[in-house]
């Protein structure tokens, strides 16, 4: 672990932000690290790397899924994931379903928006799709959806991060008062825009490479 940056993040989402740890590519003995400090959300992407780490680690981590979800690797993962955070269409929301369902589990979900224009890699859904994949999902009995997920563009121009992320906020609350307080998790920030998300009202960052690397 990285003390400084841990303690300059867990200062600044301190009694605003959930912390979601990036532990992709990272070592079981880097995770424990953190473990040992007392954090119990992790994210991967990958979900061959999901489901070895959730094999080798204590079984009180929350696993979250952050990646593109491909259909056929949904039955390894669910059973050990606390929240996929990268639900990207109706179609993936129907598999989750029928595989939550064969194992008697009600699957949380975040569903991920893409926001920042052409600038970044193009991850998630467009906000036209929201009430159309919100309403389906609220109608799956295994499928739980909790909120949005959303990342920054690929800039460092922060007037354009704050537009982006003053939309997610946007279409979070506007989703919240549709659907209610159910929809409860607005997921932004990553290791070089988390401060500017929170000033945002990010309510979970997902933080890798700035905890774990000098
Ligand atoms: C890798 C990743 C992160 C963390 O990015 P860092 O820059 O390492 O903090 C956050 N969210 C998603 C969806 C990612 O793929």
Same mark, same amino acid.
């Not at 224009?117 to 499928?143: I, M, R, W, Y």
């Not at 159910?182 to 009202?201: K, Q």
């Given at each position: 672990?990285?003390?400084?940056?841990?303690?300059?993040?867990?200062?600044?989402t301190?009694?605003?932000?959930?912390?979601?740890?990036?532990?992709?590519?990272?070592?079981?003995?880097?995770?424990?690290s953190?473990?040992?400090?007392?954090?119990?959300?992790?994210?991967?992407?990958? +979900? /061959?790397? *999901?489901?070895?780490?959730?094999? %080798? &680690? @204590?079984?009180?981590?929350?696993?979250?899924?952050?990646?593109?979800?491909?259909r056929?690797?949904?039955?390894?993962?669910?059973?050990?994931?606390?929240?996929?955070?990268?639900?990207?269409?109706?179609?993936l929301?129907?598999v989750?379903?029928?595989?939550?369902?064969?194992?008697?589990?009600?699957?949380?979900?975040?569903?991920?928006?893409?926001l920042?224009g052409e600038?970044?890699?193009?991850?998630?859904?467009?906000?036209?799709? +929201? /009430?159309? *994949?919100?309403?389906?999902?609220? %109608? &799956? @009995?295994?499928?739980?959806?909790?909120?949005?997920?959303?990342?920054?563009?690929?800039?460092?121009?922060?007037?354009?991060?704050t537009?982006?992320?003053?939309?997610?906020?946007?279409?979070f609350?506007?989703l919240?008062?549709?659907?209610?307080?159910?929809?409860?998790?607005?997921?932004?920030?990553?290791?070089?825009?988390?401060?500017?998300?929170?000033?945002?009202?990010?309510?979970?960052?997902?933080?890798?490479?700035?905890?774990?690397?000098?």
């Amino acid at each position: 672990m990285i003390r400084e940056h841990y303690d300059l993040v867990k200062k600044n989402t301190a009694g605003k932000a959930a912390l979601c740890i990036v532990s992709k590519h990272r070592s079981t003995d880097e995770i424990l690290s953190y473990y040992e400090a007392g954090e119990r959300i992790f994210a991967e992407n990958r +979900a /061959d790397e *999901l489901v070895a780490k959730a094999e %080798a &680690l @204590p079984k009180d981590i929350e696993w979250h899924f952050i990646g593109h979800l491909q259909r056929n690797k949904v039955r390894r993962i669910l059973p050990v994931t606390a929240m996929i955070q990268s639900l990207d269409s109706i179609e993936l929301a129907d598999v989750i379903e029928k595989e939550a369902a064969c194992i008697n589990k009600v699957m949380p979900v975040l569903a991920e928006f893409h926001l920042a224009g052409e600038d970044t890699n193009k991850s998630g859904l467009p906000a036209d799709q +929201a /009430d159309t *994949l919100f309403e389906h999902c609220l %109608a &799956l @009995p295994h499928v739980r959806i909790e909120g949005i997920m959303v990342m920054g563009p690929h800039t460092d121009n922060e007037k354009r991060i704050t537009e982006v992320f003053e939309e997610a906020r946007k279409l979070f609350l506007s989703l919240q008062e549709k659907y209610g307080k159910e929809i409860r998790i607005l997921s932004m920030g990553m290791s070089s825009d988390y401060e500017t998300a929170l000033r945002c009202g990010s309510g979970m960052v997902r933080i890798g490479t700035y905890l774990f690397q000098e």
